[in-house]
């Protein structure tokens, strides 16, 4: 009988985690706003140029997905911003912390890539800890940098219209942190042109010492992960198609889809605080939550000024305790989570 209840809870909760899967404010980053199929119970997450369905039981990415074109990746980029924040959306017990990470000798490794941003806002979003999964230190900034990430951008770059990219991981080899964020075995990108109605996939061993092996095809990446990602596509295609000889244009960039960016106060700044205080008297922000590890007078100071000034309430959390007194990552920092409307 105990079984039983056991089992009806998990089908409930798998239940409710699909019916959240809806990506009802970013379907258009989806190939013909088709949502992948996974027996994977996950939580939706939209940012303005990508869009994360996350594990809150491995606490990192099932997967993400980018619509890109060479527009936006030949415009200008911005100054990349390599501050982390825990994901404000989701609940307390579901998030990786920037605690997990400390020490465990794994790099934050972005699904959706800091340097496929566009804007500055976009750049702060893909730092979200929902976007990043354990990789092993030298295949994130050897292989899987150089070797998958830089292909797909310069693929993107020459291709005619937009181009779907999504990237993954499946496996368990361990978890890291007081959270148990689960450490992947493989790491995956799928690329798909619809324009040439051809996918292809990257398929890469978590390891440092993880070497380079052709591109799979898409039947045989939907096999690996259990994922139906819903694209038209012959599925013995496996390598990519000959890269167009079209001129690079470019054109103005999509509006921002609205949702949640963070703000990082390092010190009390009142110029960068003001601005804040600015958008929410305009109407602009919807609530703020206020995420600190040590300087919690700061957090305070901050919440103090907010509150005097408008009508919003915030109260600040300790988000990330730290684990030993040797550790110095982000302690200092205060991060503003600002829900825009």
Same mark, same amino acid.
């Given at each position: ?54 594990s809150p039981q491995d606490k990192k990415p099932i997967y993400t997905v980018e619509k890109l074109n060479k527009e936006q990746l030949s415009a200008q980029r911005p100054r990349r911003s390599n501050q982390f924040y825990e994901e404000a959306r989701l609940p ?24 496929? =941003?566009?804007?500055?806002?976009? =750049? ?8 990043? =999964? ?77 070497? =380079? ?79 600190y590890d040590q300087n919690e007078g700061l957090a305070n100071q901050i919440a103090t000024q907010i509150e005097s000034q408008t009508n919003l309430k915030v109260s600040p959390i300790h988000s990330s305790p730290p684990e030993s007194s040797a550790v110095t ?13």
């Open positions: 009988m105990k079984f039983l209840s056991n089992l009806l809870a998990l089908i409930a909760i798998s239940i409710s985690f699909n019916t959240l899967a809806a990506f009802e404010d970013c379907k258009d980053l989806f190939p013909a706003q088709q949502i992948p199929t996974t027996p994977q119970a996950g939580r939706d997450l939209c940012f303005d140029s990508f869009a994360v369905y996350y307390f017990s579901e998030r990786a912390l920037l605690s997990d990470y400390r020490g465990s000798g794994y790099d934050r490794g972005h699904n959706a890539p800091a340097e496929d =941003m566009s804007n500055e806002r976009s =750049m702060s979003q893909s730092f979200s800890l929902a976007n990043m =999964m354990p990789q092993a230190r030298q295949n994130n900034q050897g292989i899987w940098a150089k070797n998958v990430e830089e292909p797909t951008r310069a693929y993107v770059k020459r291709a005619d219209g937009d181009v779907y990219v999504f990237t993954g991981s499946i496996g368990n080899g361990g978890s890291i942190g007081r959270g148990q964020v689960t450490i992947p075995t493989y790491l995956y990108k799928l690329v798909y042109d619809p324009h040439k109605n051809t996918a292809w996939g990257y398929w890469i061993e978590n390891a440092n010492e993880a070497r =380079m092996s052709a591109p799979i095809s898409y039947q045989e990446l939907t096999q690996k992960t259990g994922i139906d990602f819903h694209l038209p596509v012959d599925g013995s295609a496996n390598k990519p198609p000959l890269l167009s000889t079209e001129p690079i244009k470019t054109k103005t960039q999509k509006p921002l889809l609205g949702g949640w960016y963070p703000v990082f106060f390092d010190e009390y700044v009142p110029s960068k605080l003001n601005d804040v205080i600015s958008n929410i008297k305009s109407g602009k922000v919807a609530s703020i939550q206020i995420q990552y982000e302690r200092k920092r205060v991060t503003l989570i600002i829900h825009s409307k």
